[in-house]
Structures are given as structure tokens and as C-alpha cells.
């Protein structure tokens, strides 16, 4: 590895490599989640993004301390981040929850917990109209309980955002939502600045690598030529420039693949730097277009977008 993966500074001043492996697959082959970190880590990556309901906390586990065993890497080196799924989000099932990740993971705690929705539901889908600070009670007991070194939020909306930082004993030190070059959220990334949560992309790739027919029309960014010469002049891919792009927002991201070429590709981001100018040709690729827009989760209580 000939570069440094630079490290963001949570509020809370433990520090978070700006790049992780993303671990949300639709479909995935067993073996394919552990095989894609044993990949990341050999190719130098330090942060793992997974979930309870991603089903693969297991594989993720087994890879890393495949890992430790080797020599490659120390426990202290990594920085791992659950989230806890929309039926846990009594106040009483948040460590129970992440008791039974960490079971799964083989770890004593993550580096990061996340409120994975603003919204709960039973495992049948049915309402549960939680506060999110009832919630909130129990990610700060699993803090406290050392199971974890820091909390934080995903898809959280700027208003439950402000509200929880508003509220909170300790506040939540991320937000992790969808930011990509066709959904730009500048004024929400500036919202998380000015509140000290900082902010974590997610689908970072968006419509570059999107192939669902929903979104054909709107992915103009894969065939674009000023893109595709921008991507030229430094030898890099589109793929690369959409997460340079970021980086340089300086937004952590968490591109997922689980082909090894792609997982090396995508942290060799290191050694250029756009112009403002070429950040502004991306910039102008917005279309406000989500691709994650929850939909199964429209009508619950708090549904964020
Ligand atoms: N908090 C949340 O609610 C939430 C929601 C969505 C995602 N996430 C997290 O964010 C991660 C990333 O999001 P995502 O998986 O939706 O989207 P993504 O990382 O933007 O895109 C993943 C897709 O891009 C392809 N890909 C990867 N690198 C590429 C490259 N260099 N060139 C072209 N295609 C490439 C992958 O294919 P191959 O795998 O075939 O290489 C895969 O199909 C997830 O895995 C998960 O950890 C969180």
C-alpha cells in the first residue's frame, strides 16, 4: 500500500478512517462477505461497515479475526460499525441488540453503533411510534457499558438530527445517509457540520453503479464524456472521482464491492486532488435523485424522507 488512508476526527475525539468497506448486498453467495474483507483489509482498508439486519455479521467477523490471526492487523487498528435494527429500539433492547451482534461478530465491542432508521416497527412491520430518545437512553447505556466507543445516527432527517443533538446527554458523533454526485445534500452535510455530527455517505457510488431499470434516463453520469475525461486526466475511474469527490467534501464514505479488483480500486483515491473547479463539474450532476428512499418503510411513524 504507497498511500495514507487519512483518518476523520469524531466530536467525541476518537478518530475514523474516511474510507470503509460497505457490506449491503441484495444477494450475496456464502463466503462472499468474508472473502470481500479479507480483500479490504489485505488491501489496507481499516473500516468496516455492517448492520444486524445485513444478515453477514458472522462472515464480517470471521474475516477480521481471520485477519488478527495472521499478524496482519490489530484489533486496536480496525474500526467497526453496526447498526441496531428498527424492532430494538426500546430502550431496554439496545444492549441486548448489540450484545447479540457482538456475539455474532466475535468482538468485546464495535467502534461504532448506529441507530440504523429514525423508525421502529415490529419484525412483522407493524408501528411502533418509539421516541427517539427512548432510544437514544439505550444507545448511551451501551456506550457507557463500554460495548461500543461511540454513537450515532443513520437516515435521520435535519430535524430529528437537531432534535436528538439538541437533547442528548451525548451526542450522536455521525450521520449516515445517502450522498453521492447526483445527490449532493449540501445543505444538509453543512446542517451536520454546524451540529458536529459528522457525516457519512452512503451508496457513495450512486447511479454510477446503479443497473436497476427504475433508473434508467437518470444515470447520464456513467456516459457523460466531461466526467469520463476528468476521470482521464488522472488515470483514475468514474467510480474513483465520485469518491475522491466526497473525500474531499471531507464526507467518510463506505463504497461496497465484492470484486477484488473494485475493493482496490476504490481506496486508491490518495494520490490526486480535484481542482475546485472539476469539484464543481460533479457537483453539477445533481438531481437530488435517491437512490435508497426506504420504500418499504413509507407510512411507519418518523419515516425520514
Ligand atoms: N445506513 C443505511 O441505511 C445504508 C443504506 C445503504 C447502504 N449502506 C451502506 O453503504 C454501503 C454502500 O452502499 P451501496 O452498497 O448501496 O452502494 P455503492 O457502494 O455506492 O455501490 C455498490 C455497487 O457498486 C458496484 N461497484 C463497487 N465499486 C465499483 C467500481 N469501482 N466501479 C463500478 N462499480 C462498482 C458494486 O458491484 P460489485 O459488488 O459487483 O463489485 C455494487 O453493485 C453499503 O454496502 C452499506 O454498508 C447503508
Known sequence: MSFKIPNVSL???????????????????????????????????????????YNNEEEVGEAINNKIKQGLVKREQLFITTKVWNDRHEEKEVVPALKESLARLKMDYVDLYLVHWPVSATPSGEDMKI???????????????GLTKSIGVSNFNEEQLTRVVKKATVKPVVNQFEINP????????????????????????GLISEARPEFAGKDVIKTDPALGQLAEKYGKTRAQIALKYLVQRDIAVLPKSFTKSRIEENINIFDFQLTEKEMSIVDGYNIDHRCVPGTTLKGLTNYPF
Open 131 to 145: 421516541d427517539h430518545m427512548e432510544t437514544w437512553r439505550g444507545m448511551e447505556e451501551a456506550l457507557k457499558l
Open 182 to 205: 447526483t445527490l449532493t445534500q449540501h445543505k444538509f452535510v453543512d446542517l451536520c457540520k454546524s451540529l458536529s455530527v459528522q457525516p457519512v455517505a452512503y451508496t457513495p457510488l
Open 11 to 53: 466530536s467525541n475525539g476518537v478518530k475514523m478512517p474516511i474510507i470503509a468497506l460497505g457490506t449491503y448486498a441484495r444477494k450475496a453467495e456464502p463466503g462472499q462477505f468474508r472473502q470481500a474483507v479479507e480483500w479490504a483489509i489485505e488491501a489496507g482498508y481499516r473500516h468496516i461497515d455492517t448492520a444486524s439486519v
